[in-house]
């Protein structure tokens, strides 16, 4: 590299670092912050003797059943019921359309609870 391609270069680090010296001091602080504290305070995860958060577990749990349930399964083998039904006399294109859209769409909703659960190892209670 040349000198004047370098000197290019550390003037607009310097540039850079006058700058944000503020935000860089902060970042610093916050760095020195994590290290120096204790796990004990600087860490949510040793304090916490449930590994649940209870004001999301419920919700959570009604939107796994809502997704997943008896319900969905019935309108998913419904919509598809139709579907093939429609195909196979011929029928208007557009219902097969829609048909497809409930049956997709049902379907990935039947399986993001099992997606979730494998790829991040959680199971929603």
Known sequence: MSKKKFSKIKGQVTKFLRENRWTLARIGLAAAAVVILP??????????????????TQPLSRMESLMSGPVPKAIVTIGAAIG?????????????????????G???????????????????P
């Open 39 to 56: 796990d004990s305070v600087s860490y949510a995860q040793s304090g916490a003797t449930d590994d649940t958060i209870s004001v999301l």
């Open 106 to 124: 049902g379907s990935v909703a039947l399986a993001a609870a099992t997606f979730v659960n494998q790829t991040t190892g959680m199971l929603i």
């Open 84 to 104: 093939a039904a429609s195909w196979a006399l011929n029928v208007e294109n557009q219902i097969i359309k829609t048909t497809m859209r409930v049956v997709g």
